[in-house]
């Protein structure tokens, strides 16, 4: 023994339930710092053993193996092999393994026991196993390791005591070996990793053998990432593909309502602000209701079968590697949804960087009300044609890109800011992971009705009241004879107005006079052009007869069409998202920076969109 005081060190791969057990052995007797000379966390501590001796721990973070990939597994391995600046050679190691995952970590187990100091192996993590029906043998694991085994459970605090006697025992009993014999190579040691798995497992159901293929595919870094963007992509190929007559449906429902009224009520202002505002302007927008709720089936369905955890668990990685941490995985799943519960999410990130992160670039994830402003676009301007006769619609293709933009979009800023403003580094963490488990009818229906009745609430709040005002504004002042309503109004003036500033990218008038609007919702953009189109059709048969997307594919390029969609990936057109912003950072710094930089992105994306659409010939 080296010092008075064992110093012992507890190692394992991420996530086996280190921090757990160190946590759960010292409780309050920690201290944090950082190892001299590098931002790695040092976090050591003190506890006893039964006779009241003391010890001391260091937590160490997670590592797959020996040779470091990273700072953090560097710095693992110099604590472990003693050439650590400031830090002793441990006396001894406790080694984590997580009993549900044991091929996996047995792999470094393995190569951590060919060091030859005293070693016990904690079993971690049974309980899990246990659900999941994995019944393990810790002697006959003790017996193939060669060191003592402790099944332990950190959360709940068992088996700690008969860790610590175990740690005790090796240290006192320990006697060096001749030669360290570790496996000679890679394979080797992962099929002797595998070999020692297999007999240590007493029993196993087969729904746990099935699972467990399955996730090895499934949470595969190369092929689990192929799968999840294939089945993103087969969700989106679906919105078109199978929102059409429902779609069609609706839009026709709408169509007859605004011809029942024009038939039967004479000529007024009230009647004028129902066809125009309330059902040509919000009616624009109800009409993808079918879309939306399309693409909550499949995220609801990948969520009851357990896929979604498996979802993040990919994305965890990826979320690391540009500094966030994997519990931000939640906050910015709901934002797919709206970034207002996502951001309030947040609240579950302890470090605050990160979660100012997480809430900065949560308006990046394309929320449900970009659906509508996409489909119109899209339906308009992308032919609905397969591409090079492949059968993959080439809409669907867009709105994948568009969602993919947005993510790609937010790992960018998310690696920018914990560079700059908001410095610091991600954190992995370990989430359980479901049963796989058939879909219930009943939840997800359930689910389709809550989105369904969110987004009618919406259209009929404050989709509706905004584009009442809007209404208001583009029929007031009357133009007179021969020149636009629209054009005339103070709507449109202000439209103007706004048009010299975003000529530049390609924007036009329709466009200048959706963007103020929509910042109330961006659903706004699609019913205040459906008003204004509405307005200045007014008497016009031929013009009434047309929808929306054939008015505007009559008047804009398919450059503009293609800014305007770029616009919408990044523009933060959402006043409820600034507000809760202010409201979760606790001022207006914040959410000012946000909309600072997301509408620079905005007005980048749009202009760089509209000129290089320019350059193929397509303005
Ligand atoms: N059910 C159960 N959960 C556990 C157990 N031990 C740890 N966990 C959970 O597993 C997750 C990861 O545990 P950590 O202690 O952070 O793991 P770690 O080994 O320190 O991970 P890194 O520091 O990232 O390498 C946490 O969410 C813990 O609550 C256990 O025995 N049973
Ligand atoms: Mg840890």
Known sequence: MTAAIPSIALVGNPNAGKSSLFNALTGA?????NYPGVTVERKAGHASFADGRPLSLIDLPGTYSLTPASLDEAVTRDVILGRQAGETRPDAL?????????DNHLCFALELL???LPTVVALNMVDLAERDGLTLDPERLSHELGVP????????????ADLLAAVDAAIRS???????AGPANDSALHQRARAIARAAIVSETPVRRWTQRVDNVVL???FGMIILLALMFVMFQAVYAWAGPPADALEALVGAAQAWVVDNVPQNLLRDLVVEGLLAGVGAVVVFLPQILILFLFILLLEASGYMTRAAFLMDGLMGKVGLSGRGFIPLLSSFACAVPGIMATRAIPDEKDRLTTILIAPLMTCSARLPVYALIIAAFIPDSGVGGTGIGLQGLVLFGLYVAGIVGALVVAFALRRTVARGTGAGFMMEMPRYQMPRLRDVALGLWQRAWIFLRRAGTIIAFTTVILWLLLTFPKAPEGQSQVDYSIAGRIASGLEVAVTPIGFNHDIALALIPAMAAREVAVSAMATANAIDADGDEEAMAQTLGERLQGKWSLATALAFLAWFVFAPQCISTIAITRRETNGWKWPLFMVGYLFALAYAAAGITYWTAVAFGLG
């Open 29 to 33: 007797r920690q201290k944090i710092a």
């Open 94 to 102: 406790i080694v984590v393994l997580d009993a549900a995952n044991l």
């Open 114 to 116: 060919a060091l030859d």
């Open 149 to 160: 085994v402790v099944p332990t459970v950190a959360v709940r605090k068992r088996g700690l």
């Open 174 to 180: 320990h006697q060096p070996r001749e030669a360290a």
């Open 220 to 222: 595969h870094p190369v």
